[in-house]
């Protein structure tokens, strides 16, 4: 198939561009490779796509409507995955006007071009920072999700009803997926574990908020990925939700539209994943105990029984093996 992937440069987009490709996929990538991290690394994620004969690349920013135009000719896509924003949660309270002209008027110029191109799925990434100050346990997908506690999950709920409203206007069977801290090798510099490993190989102390008493739902990378390729071919239908024992579908009564978990329901304290890492360095880390910071939530744990209804597919690999997995790379690793 022919697919049109943004945010190919960062950690998600590479991993998914990779694996779709080796599937035989043509794929597009479109990235703007910020300085929002170190873009080494983004260009090192690059160089390796392009030894694919299956994938080319584009280089422009989202709000660059001519920019996206072109790599969407280069295509044709018969599915769009749109994974590209600009990312952290923490970084929204230092630079939040970067969220808006990223995340809403650059998802705005990707739904235009659907609404033109109709592809066979629109797909893109959303966050279970949505659910923000919703203390429900798990998070279901048809749970409210309207108290998000940053700017950043604030955008990504609107990038949600944006497409809902697309979808039910232009008919274009849309997804949107709700990610649970994913991890893994080619990691952002920015997120935990990256940083702990950095830190702790480096005998430098980590910071430790809320006392390490938090709680998340972390999800490997390559089930991330299984996940998205599994859902590709599950297009939301209006008027045809999936059934099953205990399932609650999130698809829209007037759009084809839905969004889905992806994550294994399994949350790990913050300090049992800080000991994962101890053991696997086989060094102890010095912690820096501090509070909880502002837009932090205490706990993310997915109901996930949609994405397996919807796929037979839910994620499996352990935090233990994961960080094993990431250790390794990152250990071998010079971008």
Not at 42 to 56: E, I, M, P, V
Not at 106 to 125: S, Y
Request: glycine share 8%; proline share 4%.
């Amino acid at each position: 198939m022919r697919i049109l992937v943004t945010g190919t440069a960062g950690f998600i987009g590479f991993h998914l561009a990779s694996r779709l490709a080796a599937d035989g996929h043509l794929v597009v990538g479109y990235d703007g490779v910020t300085d929002y991290y170190d873009v080494r690394l983004k260009h090192a994620r690059l160089d390796r796509l392009a030894r694919s004969n299956g994938f080319r690349f584009h280089k422009g920013m989202l709000e660059d409507r001519a920019a996206l135009d072109k790599a969407t000719e280069d295509c044709d896509p018969e599915i769009i995955i749109h994974l590209a924003a600009q990312a952290g949660v923490r970084y929204s309270l230092e630079e939040p006007s970067s969220y808006v002209s990223s995340n809403l008027d650059g998802t705005f110029n990707l739904m235009e071009i659907a609404r033109q191109v109709k592809p066979k799925h629109f797909m893109l990434a959303s966050t279970s920072s949505v659910y923000g100050g919703n203390a429900r346990m798990p998070f279901r997908e048809v749970d409210a999700a309207d108290w998000p506690l940053t700017i950043y999950a604030a955008t990504k709920k609107a990038n949600e009803v944006m497409t809902h409203s697309y979808a039910h206007l232009w008919k274009i069977p849309t997804t949107a997926f709700r990610f649970f801290t994913v991890y893994g090798p080619w990691g952002r510099p920015d997120m935990a574990l990256f940083k702990f490993v950095k830190a702790i190989m480096a005998g430098d102390p980590i910071d430790v908020y809320g006392g390490g008493q938090m709680r998340r739902d972390f999800t490997y990378i390559d089930d991330l990925v299984e996940s998205i390729v599994r859902l590709m071919a599950v297009a939301p239908r209006e008027g045809q939700p999936v059934t099953g024992s205990g399932v609650v579908d999130s698809l829209s009564a007037v759009a084809p539209w839905r969004v889905v978990n992806i994550a294994g329901g399994q949350p790990v304290e913050l300090l049992d994943f800080i000991e994962m890492i101890e053991q696997t360095l086989g060094k102890c880390a010095i912690r820096n105990i501090l509070p909880m910071q502002k837009g932090d939530v205490t706990e993310t744990f997915a109901d996930a029984s949609l994405l397996t209804a919807l796929t037979g597919y839910i994620p499996t690999t352990t935090a233990g093996e994961g960080v094993k997995a990431f250790v390794e790379w990152y250990r071998n690793s010079s971008y």
